[in-house]
């Protein structure tokens, strides 16, 4: 049984995941301040939120199957994690995606995106967005497009029941299904992403895309990543997208696209069915040329490499004074740091490239 009280923060100021209204002097200025940009004189505009490390699922090419997640005392309050976003929309972001684990299990989370919605209604965001397994989507649909979430990435790795069972270690594909149902009902737009797994899923993408594009909705392959020890070795589940793409070159006519959004998809139309699919390669091509975004986890940790272990601990700040200068600091002196790029090697990934998880991290 799913505990969505896992996420509930066990102190004495904070018995429940209540979020106060924040103070008229919260926030550095509301002028103009600087924008945020890194070494390379790359905007940062998107930052990606995880609210929790915790998920319903446990995929095999993302956890191990008994996880250890992290303490719930340890997470950031709703009403903290709302104030760093603010710090960061104030600085320039524009585009804001909630992330987890499955951000959907977060008890009360629909507050954070209540309180959110705010900066799409003054202007200063443009984009309020969520990555999710579908697994809580017919339950939260028709409230998060009331509150301004007009597309999200739903991650589907197959459509065959039992395969979907193996991959996910205890998920429902009807469950999802309906979510995503639910979702388009809503007038949200959904675009699928997958994780192409050699001798898993590779017979499946041209299907999926097939059913995917039929129902308006964009998809996106992914190349495995070598985040976190898991129950195996990835170098079994990688599957270059170039082979991937030569595949289904064999049977579409696949359109390079100039699309770009400053992250990792290179995108083609397909002409035979007129939908758009993405390629997301961190190892067979590093795309960090035009990084645009850095991740914030449920913890306060700001990491400006998903593929680096540099990070930066905003909670100490953001705990340390209520007025948000201290935040401020902090957040521009880590961005002084984020790097050119990763490193991600697949031959290096034994056990791992990076020790953490991607649920840790933020998907």
């Known amino acids: 049984m799913l505990d969505l009280s896992a996420d509930k923060p066990n102190t004495a100021e904070a018995p429940r995941e209540a979020i106060r209204e924040p103070a008229r002097d919260e926030g550095v200025g509301r002028g103009r301040p600087a924008p945020l940009i890194d070494p390379f004189q790359r905007a940062i505009t998107y930052l990606r939120l995880s609210v929790t490390d915790r998920c319903d699922f446990r995929c095999a090419y993302c956890m191990a199957e008994d996880m250890q997640f992290l303490p719930k005392r340890d997470l950031l309050t709703l009403e903290e994690l709302d104030r760093l976003c603010g710090v960061f929309v104030d600085r320039g972001v524009r585009k804001l995606r909630i992330t987890g684990g499955e951000p959907l299990v977060r008890r009360d989370i629909m507050q954070l995106f209540r309180r959110l919605s705010r900066h799409l209604g003054s202007g200063a965001l443009d984009e309020?967005?969520?990555?999710?397994?579908?697994?809580?989507?017919?339950?939260?649909?028709?409230?998060?497009?009331?509150?301004?979430?007009?597309?999200?990435?739903?991650?589907?790795?197959?459509?065959?029941?039992?395969?979907?069972?193996?991959?996910?270690?205890?998920?429902?594909?009807?469950?999802?299904?309906?979510?995503?149902?639910?979702?388009?009902?809503?007038?949200?737009?959904?675009?699928?992403n997958a994780v192409a797994l050699k001798g898993v899923n590779e017979d499946e993408i041209a299907p999926m895309l097939v059913w995917a594009h039929a129902r308006g909705m964009d998809m996106t392959l992914i190349e495995v990543m070598p985040l976190g020890e898991i129950d195996g070795d990835r170098t079994d589940q990688f599957l270059p997208l170039s082979v991937a793409r030569q595949r289904l070159a064999e049977r579409y006519t696949l359109t390079p696209l100039p699309d770009r959004t400053g992250g990792p998809a290179r995108y083609v139309r397909v002409e035979e069915t007129g939908g758009r699919l993405g390629f997301i390669t961190p190892l067979t091509h590093n795309f960090c040329e035009s990084c645009n975004r850095v991740r914030l986890t449920c913890t306060g940790k700001l990491y400006m490499c998903?593929?680096?272990?540099?990070?930066?601990?905003?909670?100490?700040a953001l705990r340390a004074s209520p007025d948000d200068a201290l935040v401020t600091r902090a957040v521009i002196e880590a961005i002084s740091r984020k790097p050119k790029g990763h490193d991600f090697v697949i031959e290096r990934a034994r056990p791992a490239a990076v020790p953490r998880h991607m649920s840790v991290t933020g998907g």
């Open 128 to 192: 309020l967005t969520l990555t999710t397994n579908g697994s809580q989507l017919a339950r939260f649909a028709p409230e998060l497009a009331d509150l301004g979430v007009r597309r999200i990435n739903v991650s589907l790795d197959t459509l065959d029941p039992t395969k979907f069972r193996e991959i996910t270690r205890r998920g429902d594909l009807g469950v999802v299904l309906a979510g995503i149902e639910a979702a388009r009902t809503a007038g949200i737009k959904v675009k699928i």
């Open 306 to 316: 998903l593929g680096q272990e540099d990070a930066a601990d905003l909670r100490a």
